[in-house]
């Protein structure tokens, strides 16, 4: 697997830590030895693997379909445009369905998750055993080739939405209609001294409701993948059993990739859904 005997419980964790660079216990900086050091490393660690493949999928994600723009003809298209032109159509459709505001930001940011987060998720479809090995021959301890098994990841992607929402809302509406919005409902009141007696009520509820959408949005996307990679590891941990139990996994590993095939387009699919939602949601008066 990665050329070291190891248990199923280690290997297991093995798998799961990420190759990250921080502050050592020595005053030093440099890369983490065991999850131990990457623990105490604290908040201002780097998840170089997680950091690095989102930045190399991104890239791919800007070639493709910069070749596809390059190379598109009104003629018969190649497969290439065929392909981003579906894409493309598909997710213009999503956003006019979704969407009743009017901003050109919408629909290039809601292609540009649907792939980037697809792209990431797709790369737990690889074999999990290549990127350890890949990183052992290049001298490192570890190394995740799904960035969204990584909380950093969705959570920082779900920080950059949950800061355009908020940018969007206090634009459209204002401070004060902003504000309204959070002291003004879902109770609501004639007179003033109602009023008065919600607004500390109403300031709760919605901003606890506020606050929940870059959780949920993140949280949903790191628990399903960070779940479908786990069982491809248990999965793996059975080849090593016997080989009643490894003829057994390898059944196991092809039903559960066609599955996750599934999983990854469809978490991709409701991370942009929710996007143009709470966005659409941040061009409305009243909601």
Known sequence: MTGETLTSSEYIKHHLQNLT????????????????QAKEMGFWSLNLDSLGMSVLLGFLFIFLFRTAAKRATSGVPGGLQNFVEWIVEFIDGTVRGSFTGRN????????????WVFLMNFMDLLAIDHGPAAAKSAGLHFFKLVPSTDPNITFGMALSVFALVLFYSVKIKGIGGFFGELTMQPFQAQSLPMKILFLPVNLFLETVNLIAKPISLS?????????????????AVMYGASWLLGSFAALLQIGWAIFHILIITLQAFIFMTLTIVYLDMAHQEHH
């Open 21 to 36: 660079f921080g502050r050592l216990p020595d005053g030093t900086w440099g890369l983490a030895h065991s999850a131990e």
């Open 219 to 235: 949280l949903r996307l790191f628990g399903n993948m960070y779940a479908g990679e786990m069982i491809f590891i248990l999965i």
């Open 104 to 115: 050109a930001l919408v629909a290039p940011l809601a292609l540009t998750i649907f792939v």
